[in-house]
């Protein structure tokens, strides 16, 4: 049952990382307006009411809330890092939303981690130039080194790199190619730490920490698209970090700290070095693609973004213990190559299993398509999830085996 409320609520975009938003917060009795660049964007059509602006328009943004017949008073970000958007817009028109007091810090991976840093918190060894010969003196005895730019995301230029093992010529140019990505010109190297990772999606609320995303990242399936970096999915929730939930949500905590914030949500990308758990970088909105969306409630029976959006719009809820029923879930995607597709077949029959939550396709016969370099070149997404890891990993390969993508 709907239960009606007096609020009503921007969400920015309404594109596939949008809509499930923009259909929860509907579920919970809030009016929902998106907006978006693309005009047949999919969640214009499940928003009360659409505007074909660009979620960095300020201008624009302000101009629609201003011009609204029912009072907008609130805002909501999910899957878009325009942290200094939501800011601007939220405070010049006094409307609620998660306060984020330093939008320059969170945009920007090196004022981040230079935040992180003053306050002790650990991250891996970091150095920000514009000159690719700085990369042979950061080294300083290691073999391989992580470069991206400082304000881009979807892993846009972000590469592994073994300088030793390259030409001046060709670390240049993949130097170049990273900074192209970067709106000030400028590249972060960063030290690579060869650990495990996790993916968090954390709720601050009076201060403290729930963090009910706890996500193992898979890179071992994607080194053939190295030197960049991308990741293909993950496993929630994550055996491997489970004894270091109390490090972790400490950590998560002192950077909600270094930033002021006592009420949001936090995404966190992190690695553990044999010793200790690092951040490697953090956003303060709800993730893209199907983290948030499905991985966390088939998980841990949590509605995590309905919990945000509450949250954001100050209505009254409790967030349960972090409890998982049992249940592991796996979401993997489909990569191509150069190319034009030819064919895209799959076993209708699979769609008929209970465990089967997603099967999607990005493209279509006829488009092109090329060797992923970041997370917008994968083809498709699947969902699958079981009682224990093996089976699990049973049910990613049975959908691989059946899924047939030719590129000519």
């Known amino acids: 049952m709907i239960t009606k409320t007096n609020s009503h609520i921007l969400i920015l975009g309404a594109g596939s990382d949008q809509i499930q938003a923009i259909r929860v917060a509907r579920g919970i009795g809030i009016t929902v307006t998106s907006i978006d660049s693309n005009n047949n964007a999919p969640g ?115 590469k592994l790199i073994e300088p030793r093992k390259v030409t001046d010529k060709e670390l240049f140019a993949l130097f170049e190619d990273t900074k192209k990505y970067d709106s000030n010109g400028k590249v972060l190297i960063e030290e690579f730490i060869e650990g495990p990772q996790l993916s968090t999606e954390s709720i601050i609320k009076d201060g403290k920490v729930h963090t009910f995303g706890f996500a193992d990242r898979n890179y071992s399936d994607t080194k053939f698209l190295m030197p960049n970096i991308i990741e293909n999915g993950g496993v929630q929730p994550s055996t491997f970090f489970d004894p270091m939930r109390d490090e972790i949500d400490n950590l998560i905590k002192n950077i909600a700290l270094s930033l002021d914030i006592k009420y949001g949500v936090i995404k966190g990308d992190l690695v553990f070095d044999g010793k200790q758990v690092k951040i490697i970088e953090a956003a303060f909105r709800l993730s893209g693609g199907d983290f948030s969306e499905t991985l966390i409630p088939i998980s841990t029976d949590f509605d995590f973004i309905g919990a945000s959006i509450k949250l954001a719009m100050e209505i009254p809820f409790e967030i349960p213990p972090y409890t998982t029923n049992n249940r592991f879930v796996a979401n993997r995607y489909f990569f191509g190559k150069e190319g034009t597709i030819s064919e895209i077949n799959f076993n209708k029959e699979i769609l008929k299993e209970p465990w089967l939550h997603k099967l999607e396709f990005f493209k279509e016969v006829g488009d092109q398509c090329i060797t992923a370099k970041s997370h917008v070149d994968r083809l498709g997404v699947f969902i699958v999830s079981a009682k224990n890891t093996k089976t699990l990993g049973q049910r990613i390969n049975k959908v691989y085996d059946l899924v047939t993508i030719k590129i000519n």
Do not use: C, H
């Open 44 to 158: 214009a059509k499940v928003s009360n009411f659409f505007f074909n602006v660009s979620n960095r328009d300020v201008k624009a943004i302000n101009k629609v809330i201003k011009n609204s017949e029912i009072p907008i008073d609130g805002i909501f970000l999910i899957g878009s890092d325009i942290p200094e958007v939501l800011e601007q817009v939220r405070k010049k028109n006094n409307i609620k939303g998660f306060s984020i007091k330093d939008p320059k810090v969170i945009k920007d991976k090196f004022l981040m981690k230079e935040r992180f840093n003053n306050f002790s918190i650990p991250i891996p060894k970091y150095k920000l130039t514009n000159d690719f010969k700085d990369i042979y003196l950061f080294l300083n005895g290691s073999d391989k080194v992580i470069i991206k730019p400082t304000d881009s995301s979807g892993s846009r230029g972000v």
